[in-house]
Structure formats: structure tokens, C-alpha cells
């Protein structure tokens, strides 16, 4: 929250750069697969990319309301961000905004893309899943995966299933190629902050301070795992 970034060396330990341009609080970091860089998106209105191994700032892309996620094509070539009433395409190479996906009112607090490209996603306060044709910004499908809002979501490596995250304290796995949902997973007491995959499994943490391991070809539960003292907002697997 405080606008700052910090570059660590993994294998030492040591802390490389302590970046502080942004003012606002960081909503996402993603590193670009192509070269040695990443971005990072604010709430100051900015995307900015940096060149991990200097620590040196390469680019900053304005916006004119607070940017609240992001996902980066597989390609590294556009990045896609969730602000007020729309997800952003933006090419990363020309610093231009290529396309704009309408939510109406609602804000994209969480986005993803495909692997291949082909398709967008966003999810926010209304519990909607929204899932658009990345070449014409056609909105394809509008999933009402759940009552209340959604707060994470990630694409399976089929490219053809997402599973979210939500208040309502439970998970769903939809179909984004058919607009459908396919199950509901129930194994938390509060509302669930994040969910994380890989293959068919899935980890999700939770505000009730329990991180719960599901099983997504199934629709089960697998493991609850206990220990946390406090809300579990960000998972990885």
C-alpha cells in the first residue's frame, strides 16, 4: 500500500532495488516472459515497466482512474488491465492503448487472459465472469458466477476453464468457451481472497485464515490447511 517495490535475488537474499515512483498501492506485478523486465500497475493511474536487473524505470503509461489489475499476454507483447467500467488493452512495444472491453458499471478487479490470446476475463463486484474475443473486443459470455463479489480468479492451462474466488465464501469453475458453470466448490467459513492453479488442482486462502487444496477435475476438496493467524490474500501453487 505503500507504493513501494522491492527486487530481491532469490538465491542470496539480497535485497537488488527499491523502487518508489508509485505513490499508491500496488494492485499487480507481472514479469514479461520475452525479456528482463515486468510491470506494475497502481492506483496512481499508472502501468509502469521496469528493467528488473538495473532497477532502472524503461516506460510509464498514464490512465485516467486507478488501475485495480493485470494480465500480460503469453507473447509479452500486450498487457491487459482492469480499471472502472472497462479491461484495457494496451500494446507494450508502440506504449498505445489498442482496445477497451466494456463492464458497464462495475469495476474489473480481477483479469485474465488466455495463453493463446484469444480471450480476456474480467470478474468484480456484481459476481460476474465476463469473457471477450481479444481481435474485436466482442463480449462473448456473461457468467453470474456468484451473489457477491469476486476478488480472484485464474485460468486453468486448458485454456478452456477459469475457477473464481468470492465474498459469498466459495469457489466456482466455469467453462468460458461455453459460458457455463460447472461446479461450485464450498470449503471455507468467510469469504475467499485468492485461488491459485495448476493442472487440476487448485489452492485457495481465505479471510477465515485457512488456505483449503481442491481437486478441479472432482469438485472436492482435498486438504484444509491451518495455522495462519490472520486473512490469507494472495496464494501461488
Same mark, same amino acid.
Given at each position: 500500500?505503500?507504493?513501494?517495490?522491492? +527486487?530481491? !535475488?532469490?538465491?542470496?537474499?539480497?535485497? &537488488?532495488?527499491?523502487?518508489?515512483?508509485?505513490?499508491?498501492?500496488?494492485?499487480?506485478?507481472? *514479469?514479461?516472459?520475452? &525479456?528482463?523486465?515486468?510491470?506494475?500497475?497502481?492506483?496512481?493511474?499508472?502501468?509502469?515497466?521496469?528493467?528488473?536487473?538495473? /532497477?532502472?524505470?524503461?516506460?510509464?503509461?498514464?490512465?485516467?482512474?486507478?488501475?485495480?489489475?493485470?494480465?500480460?499476454?503469453? $507473447?509479452? &507483447?500486450?498487457?491487459?488491465?482492469?480499471? %472502472?467500467?472497462?479491461?484495457?488493452?494496451?500494446?507494450?512495444?508502440?506504449?498505445?492503448? +489498442?482496445?477497451?472491453? !466494456?463492464?458497464?458499471?462495475?469495476? *474489473?478487479?480481477?483479469?485474465?487472459?488466455?495463453?493463446?490470446?484469444?480471450?480476456? @476475463?474480467? #470478474? #468484480? #463486484?456484481? /459476481?460476474?465472469?465476463?469473457?471477450?474475443?481479444?481481435?474485436?473486443?466482442?463480449?462473448?459470455?456473461?457468467?453470474?458466477?456468484?451473489? &457477491?463479489?469476486?476478488?480472484? @480468479?485464474?485460468?486453468?492451462?486448458?485454456?478452456?476453464? *477459469?475457477?473464481?474466488?468470492?465474498? $459469498?465464501?466459495?469457489?466456482?469453475?466455469?467453462?468460458?468457451?461455453? /459460458?457455463?458453470? +460447472?461446479?461450485?466448490?464450498?470449503?471455507?467459513?468467510? !469469504?475467499?481472497? *485468492? +485461488?491459485?492453479?495448476?493442472?487440476?488442482?487448485?489452492?485457495?486462502?481465505?479471510?477465515?485464515?485457512?488456505?483449503?487444496?481442491?481437486?478441479?477435475?472432482?469438485? %472436492?476438496?482435498?486438504?484444509?490447511?491451518?495455522?495462519?493467524?490472520?486473512?490469507?490474500?494472495?496464494?501461488?501453487?
Amino acid at each position: 500500500k505503500d507504493g513501494m517495490l522491492k +527486487v530481491w !535475488e532469490i538465491r542470496t537474499a539480497r535485497l &537488488r532495488h527499491t523502487l518508489s515512483e508509485h505513490w499508491a498501492t500496488i494492485h499487480g506485478i507481472v *514479469a514479461l516472459p520475452t &525479456r528482463s523486465e515486468f510491470i506494475s500497475v497502481s492506483e496512481d493511474h499508472t502501468m509502469r515497466v521496469w528493467d528488473y536487473v538495473t /532497477g532502472k524505470l524503461k516506460r510509464t503509461l498514464g490512465k485516467s482512474s486507478p488501475i485495480q489489475s493485470l494480465s500480460v499476454a503469453a $507473447d509479452g &507483447r500486450h498487457a491487459y488491465v482492469g480499471v %472502472r467500467r472497462a479491461v484495457e488493452a494496451w500494446d507494450l512495444e508502440t506504449g498505445k492503448l +489498442v482496445r477497451s472491453f !466494456e463492464v458497464g458499471t462495475d469495476v *474489473a478487479r480481477v483479469v485474465a487472459v488466455t495463453r493463446d490470446g484469444s480471450r480476456v @476475463l474480467s #470478474g #468484480g #463486484g456484481d /459476481g460476474t465472469v465476463r469473457v471477450w474475443d481479444t481481435s474485436n473486443a466482442r463480449q462473448l459470455f456473461a457468467i453470474r458466477a456468484h451473489r &457477491r463479489d469476486i476478488w480472484d @480468479l485464474a485460468l486453468l492451462s486448458d485454456d478452456r476453464h *477459469a475457477v473464481t474466488a468470492s465474498a $459469498d465464501g466459495s469457489l466456482q469453475l466455469v467453462d468460458i468457451r461455453q /459460458g457455463i458453470k +460447472v461446479c461450485r466448490l464450498k470449503g471455507h467459513r468467510t !469469504e475467499v481472497l *485468492a +485461488v491459485a492453479v495448476h493442472g487440476s488442482r487448485a489452492i485457495s486462502g481465505s479471510s477465515d485464515r485457512t488456505l483449503v487444496y481442491w481437486d478441479l477435475a472432482h469438485g %472436492r476438496r482435498l486438504r484444509r490447511l491451518e495455522g495462519h493467524q490472520n486473512v490469507i490474500d494472495d496464494v501461488a501453487i
